[in-house]
Nanobody, 118 residues
């Protein structure tokens, strides 16, 4: 199983980025997906979640109204559209997958760095 995250980069405050996470080696439509982020020296933070069918999105309060998670099961890809970015959004972003009968996140991507700075 491989989760390949991409789309990170440097952007000014107020800008936008779209992260992608392409999955292989698993039946993607059977897996719930999420995005996490981590700043060096801090705990990994749960950012957004989407169910296997694309419903039930969840967002941490700090990104509500700015970030949108979506998925394309035909392309085996999950996305995170990030708008109105703030310096505090700077982090390494990771995607993760979980089967419905699993109690923890089974697979993780390698991370993609997002830097928001003027």
């Amino acid at each position: 199983v491989q989760l390949q995250a991409s789309g990170g980069g440097s952007v000014q405050p107020g800008g936008s980025l779209r992260l992608s996470c392409a999955a292989s080696g698993l039946i993607f439509s059977n897996y719930e997906m999420a995005w996490f982020r981590q700043v060096p020296g801090k705990l990994r933070e749960y950012v957004a979640y989407i169910s296997a069918t694309g419903g039930s999105p969840y967002y941490v309060d700090s990104v509500k109204g700015r970030f949108t998670i979506s998925r394309d099961n035909a392309k085996k890809t999950v996305y995170l559209q990030m708008n109105s970015l703030k310096p505090e959004d700077t982090a390494v972003y990771y995607c993760a997958s979980k089967s419905s009968d699993s109690s923890s996140w089974d697979y993780w991507g390698q991370g993609t760095l997002v830097t928001v700075s003027s």
